[in-house]
């Protein structure tokens, strides 16, 4: 039986309960220092004077750099989501916790200790602190205004002002950090012009390709190996300050060199999810079709960082309407790196969009389920292409059917279980699908094993084990007997862990990659003394007539250690077309009458992402994604404080999810491979769960206590 499709176990799983795969911080080489951060203790300013000789003469210390004693590492010279200046190269302040010193010692709690030796004083300014009373100004790039009319409207106004029935509020969510398992750590070790480093990335190639900028040598000098992340969610895509600075430490003094980060720098270093306020206004005929959709959306921006959030971009796509507006805008604030998160712009945008729908469903006194139903577009608002695969009536039909919709009292505070109220919520889950290049080695070994290998990462996504299963299910052979091999910079290269792309790019040039190789495995049989014509492969044996011989044993009988082949699979290329994975999640949800704590108590999600590679991993990506996002609803706030300090950049007082606030999961996919994206035709799920689930939320307990909170977290004073 082929694996696709099927619930296959992770194939690094044992690696990592058992604590024998090895992260970045886990890797040791000879004469290795440690490197320790400094960061800047001031918002907004310039440093005046630092005073390292006690660090210098502390036991074990190696070197202090500083804007003082600098690093040499060039300019930036591409957008990244990440700094836009690289480390020590001034004594510009420009967010609290900015790197401004390396400390590298022989041991790292030497490293540690000489850090908190070096005295800094600085010209302190005024730090911009307040995103709500903070200016907002266009954005760095791109159009700050997004307009679709119908002929005849003048303005999204006009629109509104005809509308029969209209909605208006605004909603804000608040600063959220990753907060991955697996801090940051980079090790580098140079062999005179050639650098080889360890660093926790998404994706190799983006680590090769800006690092060859910053430190001035050729990509091919460079190489990145990083086999395990512990997480990422967005932040390890970026080439963050503590990377380039330890690398260029290393060069200089002839050491190895590992730098790992401390769980509050991982709050300031790596960058946030910015802040944002969405100001919504829905039109609407009386019978529930939407005649307008207006989102005015500001997200908080660093000026340390390229990055800005259009929150209000997935109100331009997601319901039918002839009169849409959205406008993007910024409010600086002298505040760490703003980057992205999962589900950048979705994740925010969905909180104020799916709860608006469910105001406007109330005003109407229509079930905020039907509502949905009657404007799902067959086609993407905002440029007419009729969507590739879409079954999102399918997933709203059988979501309220497994989740028991129906039973649904519409009346506010009407559903009791003793002294908790019960409320029933539900949002649309949607995230783009897309396929980029990608290329992959694929290679028979005389072992009886095949090696599958790109560029690509695994967060924890079980990417590896996509690889697996693909190449088990074309080669016809089992997943144990195929061995991923991902992180390498020395791979083919392959997808960055991003943009929920990894399976849609990379498992097309999986099945090449194993197609090439099969060709490539008979070219070499055929005219040997086993084949003298051509076999045939079947389920990992070359077979001609009555002769049958495993690849592994002919590999052997012939002496070879292996044989390979590179595939490459191009992006998609549809001009027709839009792509986006769907579905629809329900929430039920209590709050305790006394004391007003919420407690989510069951999820429901039926999800239409085409082809389904793994479900196993598949549900836990879906559930991670809605575990998340119950954070984002109830839990996580980074406070800024006016002095341009995170409050809480510590997971004692910065809240995130535990074992017991997660509920019961109910997660069902639907069985549409999108052949227009892939032949594989699988769409990407790893950011999708988070999706919606914050609005979800909001709308169970505006159902269970009557009150409408638009600000998140929704925490026990906004209900009391």
Same mark, same amino acid.
């Given at each position: ?6 619930? !296959? ?7 990592? $309960? ?94 540690? &200790? ?68 697996? /801090? ?19 994706? #190799? ?23 395990? #992340? ?40 790596? +960058? ?30 660093? /000026? ?21 507006? #959205?406008?993007?805008? $910024? ?35 229509? %079930? ?78 005389? &072992? ?27 080669? +016809? ?65 070359? $077979? ?7 690849? +592994? ?8 250690? =292996? ?27 209590? !709050? ?15 999800? %239409? ?13 879906? !559930? ?36 017991? &606030?997660?509920?019961?999961?109910? !997660? ?15 769409? =990407? ?36």
């Amino acid at each position: 039986m082929s694996p696709l499709g099927q619930p !296959v176990d992770r194939v690094d799983g044992h690696l990592k $309960v058992t604590g024998t795969a090895s992260y970045v911080a886990d890797f040791q080489v000879d004469r290795l220092a440690y490197g320790y951060v400094v960061t800047s203790t001031i918002a907004r300013g310039t440093i005046t004077g630092m005073v390292v000789d006690d660090a210098l003469r502390a036991p074990g210390v190696l070197a202090v750099y500083s804007p003082d004693n600098p690093l040499k590492l060039f300019a930036y010279t591409q957008a990244q989501n990440d700094e836009t200046r690289p480390p020590l190269q001034d004594k510009v302040i420009r967010y609290y916790g900015q790197l401004i010193a390396l400390v590298v010692a022989e041991t790292f709690e030497q490293a540690r &200790d000489a850090a908190g030796l070096i005295r800094t004083t600085y010209d302190a300014q005024p730090p911009a602190t307040s995103f709500p009373s903070g200016t907002a100004v266009n954005p760095p790039s791109g159009s700050p205004v997004q307009d679709i009319l119908a002929p005849g409207v003048p303005s999204i106004d006009a629109a509104l002002a005809a509308s029969e029935v209209t909605v208006s509020a605004t909603y804000t969510t608040s600063v959220n950090n990753h907060n991955a398992m697996e /801090p940051h750590a980079t090790l580098a070790a140079w062999t005179n012009d050639h650098l080889q480093i360890y660093t926790v990335s998404q994706g #190799v190639r983006l680590v090769t390709q800006r690092l060859s900028t910053t430190l001035g040598i050729d990509q091919n000098k460079i190489h990145v190996y990083n086999p395990y #992340v512990g997480g990422g969610f967005g932040n390890k895509w970026g080439n963050w300050a503590h990377t380039p600075v330890t690398a260029a430490a290393a060069r200089a003094l002839g050491r190895p060199i590992k730098t790992v980060l401390t769980r509050e720098q991982t709050f300031t270093i790596v +960058g946030h999810r910015p802040a944002s306020r969405q100001e919504v206004t829905l039109g609407a005929k009386r019978d529930g079709t939407l005649t307008a959709v207006k989102n005015d959306g500001v997200s908080s921006m660093s /000026p340390a960082s390229n990055f800005f959030e259009p929150v209000a971009n997935l109100s331009a796509t997601l319901y039918a309407s002839q009169n849409i507006h #959205v406008s993007r805008r $910024v409010i600086p604030l002298d505040a760490p790196p703003t980057t992205i998160m999962r589900a950048p712009q979705e994740a925010s945008g969905s909180f104020a969009l799916e709860s608006a729908l469910d105001e406007l469903a109330e005003k109407l006194g229509m %079930d905020p389920l039907a509502l949905r139903q009657k404007n799902n577009s067959p086609v993407n608002p905002g440029n007419g292409r009729p969507w590739s695969s879409k079954h999102l009536d399918e997933c709203y039909r059988r979501g309220a059917e497994k989740f028991g919709w129906s039973r649904r009292d519409p009346v506010p505070g009407s559903m009791r279980d003793g002294d908790w109220l019960v409320g029933l919520g539900m949002a649309t889950s949607t995230y783009p699908a897309s396929r980029g290049d990608a290329s992959v080695k694929a290679r028979f070994q005389a &072992d009886g094993t095949v090696v599958v290998a790109g560029t690509a990462a695994d967060l924890g996504t079980a990417q590896s084990t996509v690889f697996a299963i693909l190449a088990a299910d074309r080669l +016809g052979i089992p997943v144990s007997r195929v061995i991923p091999e991902l992180g390498d910079s020395s791979a083919p290269t392959a997808a960055n862990a991003g943009g929920s792309g990894s399976t849609s790019t990379n498992g097309p040039a999986v099945q090449l990659a194993c197609d090439a190789a099969v060709a490539t495995l008979i070219k070499f049989a055929t005219g040997t003394p086993y084949f003298p014509t051509e076999p045939k492969y079947v389920d990992g044996s070359l $077979v001609l007539g009555s002769t049958s011989m495993t690849f +592994g044993a002919f590999l052997s009988a012939m002496d070879v250690p =292996g044989v390979e082949a590179v595939a490459a699979s191009p992006r998609a290329n549809d001009p027709v077309h839009a792509f986006r994975s769907w579905g629809a999640t329900f929430c039920e949800v209590r !709050v305790n009458r006394w004391t007003a704590e919420p407690r989510v108590s069951r999820f429901v999600c039926v999800v %239409d992402a085409g082809q389904i590679v793994n479900p196993k991993t598949a549900h836990s990506q879906i !559930v991670g994604g809605l575990i998340m996002g119950t954070g984002q609803a109830l839990l996580e706030e980074t406070r800024l404080e006016p002095s341009g300090r995170f409050a809480n950049a510590n997971l004692a007082t910065y809240l995130v999810p535990v074992n017991a &606030d997660t509920p019961v999961f109910d !997660v069902e996919f639907l069985d549409y491979p999108d052949t227009f994206l892939s032949p594989l035709g699988a769409r =990407g799920i790893g950011e999708f769960g988070i999706v919606g689930a914050a609005a979800a939320i909001a709308n169970a307990i505006h159902h269970a206590t009557g009150k409408r909170v638009r600000d998140l977290p929704i925490t026990i004073d906004k209900l009391l």
